[in-house]
């Protein structure tokens, strides 16, 4: 079965800094990755999505991820973070194709400091 | 279009009491999602619809959790005999079949307090 790893739980970043959420999967096969990010209250927005071709995916407000296959690894940057960038982002894999489901980390909960 | 809608939002019941909880999915998708999501996890996948067919429903918690999809259009999940352990947001999800690309789109949640 595969499974996704944050490692962060917490990461406390100054406005306007960059920012670096790893993501590690585990799945036999080159899976679809995904970020969500969730605000209190809020459900899950879809940031960036990899399915196949560039590694390097650009995602909604300012968001991207790069695909590396040799590390099993799907990590999320940002080059200058904004105050309303603070939430929860979760990375997930979907190896069915839909039909099992996305399986989700743990979550990593982004602070910004002024 | 307004996205996926769940209703209520918020529902605190008592121990032992039954409780439904409604999605409606965005109008053209016809695979819908459930998923429970705890405090401090992400959400877990509990079952999967596509237009009125239960697909996947091995990974609903136990036999007190079920889920329907008579039309195709919207979604009740129903817990039986609620426990404490239950508490928690209740996520339903949409996609389009066919799509390239599965993306799933989240509706706010309902959360669940069993008191």
């Known amino acids: 079965a595969q499974s996704v790893t944050q490692p962060d739980i917490h990461i406390t970043v100054s406005e306007g800094a960059s920012l670096e959420l790893r993501c590690n999967y585990s799945?036999?096969?080159?899976?679809?990755l995904f970020w969500y990010v969730q605000s209190p209250g809020q459900g899950l927005q879809l940031l960036l999505k990899?399915?196949?071709?560039?590694?390097l995916v650009q995602g909604i407000k300012g968001f991207e991820a790069e695909f590396k296959r040799s590390q099993s690894s799907f990590n999320l940057r940002k080059p200058s973070v904004h105050w309303s960038d603070a939430a929860e982002y979760f990375c997930?894999?979907?190896?069915?194709?839909?039909?099992?489901?996305?399986?989700f980390g743990k979550g990593t909960h982004l602070i910004i400091q002024p | 279009d307004t996205g996926v809608s769940q209703n209520p939002r918020h529902k605190i019941t008592k121990r032992g009491q039954n409780v439904t909880f409604r999605c409606d999915p965005i109008?053209?998708?016809?695979?819908l999602y459930w998923y429970r999501q705890t405090l401090g996890q992400g959400p877990e996948f509990l079952t999967y619809?596509?237009?009125?067919?239960?697909?996947?429903k091995s990974r609903l918690l136990s036999d007190r959790f079920s889920a329907e999809r008579p039309k195709g259009s919207f979604s009740t999940l129903e817990i039986q005999r609620t426990e404490q352990g239950d508490s928690a947001m209740y996520l339903c999800?949409?996609?389009?079949?066919?799509?390239?690309?599965?993306?799933?789109?989240f509706g706010p949640g309902t959360r669940l307090t069993v008191t």
């Open positions: 999800a949409s996609s389009l079949d066919g799509s390239s690309t599965y993306e799933q789109y």
């Open positions: 997930a894999v979907d190896s069915g194709g839909g039909a099992d489901g996305l399986t």
């Open positions: 109008s053209e998708h016809n695979r």
């Open positions: 990899y399915f196949s071709g560039d590694t």
């Open positions: 619809f596509q237009n009125e067919a239960q697909l996947e």
């Open positions: 799945y036999g096969a080159t899976p679809y």
